[in-house]
């Protein structure tokens, strides 16, 4: 009986040694840096970016630990959200970046260049069902026929159904004339706002 009940204390000794030896080791273990990877970016206002940001140990290591951080910006002109950043409602601005974890920290300017002029691309429905909606823009930097991905908000009448999915609309579409409109920086407190663009898809 001793020697079962010995058995089984070492073995269990074994066991929670085995699991102390797997814990993850916390980012703030050893931390002396904290870096985001790419500094002064200039991005579109309309358009989508990742970011990175990475973390070096006292052994001379690193990782990448974007989504461990805790990340601040001014929203109205630039939006954070999961390693992703684009333009806020003000449409162009310049706003900073900021990431930290406990007393390390590191910021970075994002420009947005701003939107000017768009339009509906010039494609024909020409049968019912469902379609892909595609806006295109001009820029301040010259920068003409860009993809639009975000701040832009389509709506149509007649029964047309909109949904988007990972930044990307489609239309379904019935028979008859449908009114399909695209606006920009919807609720924006733009000194410069852009007037909707609109456009009439008939179908028999």
């Known amino acids: 009986m001793k020697l079962l009940t ?7 000794t074994a066991f929670f040694i085995s699991c102390e030896d797997s814990t993850t080791t916390p980012i703030v273990s050893d931390l002396v ?3 985001i990877i790419t500094t002064d970016l200039t ?5 989508k970016y990742s970011v990175r940001a ?3 140990y006292n052994d001379g290591t690193s990782k990448e630990a974007t989504s461990e951080l805790k990340w601040k910006t ?3 002109i630039l939006v954070y959200d ?16 900021a990431a930290t974890h406990s007393d390390f920290n590191d910021t970075t300017t994002v420009k947005i260049i701003k939107l000017t002029s768009f339009y509906i691309s010039p494609f024909d429905f020409n049968t019912t069902g469902e379609h892909v909606l595609i806006a295109k823009g001009n820029f301040e930097d010259n920068a003409t026929d860009r993809l639009i991905v975000k701040n832009i908000v389509w709506s149509a009448d007649n029964g047309a159904l909109i949904s988007v999915n990972n930044d ?8 008859g004339d449908t009114n399909i409109t695209a606006t920009m920086f919807e609720d924006t407190n733009s000194s410069s706002p852009i007037a909707p663009q609109s456009i009439v898809y008939s179908i028999d």
């Open 168 to 175: 990307i609309y489609t239309i379904e579409i019935q028979s």
């Open 33 to 35: 840096s904290l870096d």
């Open 54 to 56: 990475d973390v070096g």
């Open 82 to 97: 999961n390693s992703l950043i684009w333009g806020g409602l003000e449409n162009g601005g310049e706003s900073y970046l």
């Open 74 to 76: 001014n929203f109205d």
């Open 6 to 12: 010995s058995s089984l204390l070492i073995a269990l």
């Open 43 to 47: 991005i579109y206002s309309t358009d």
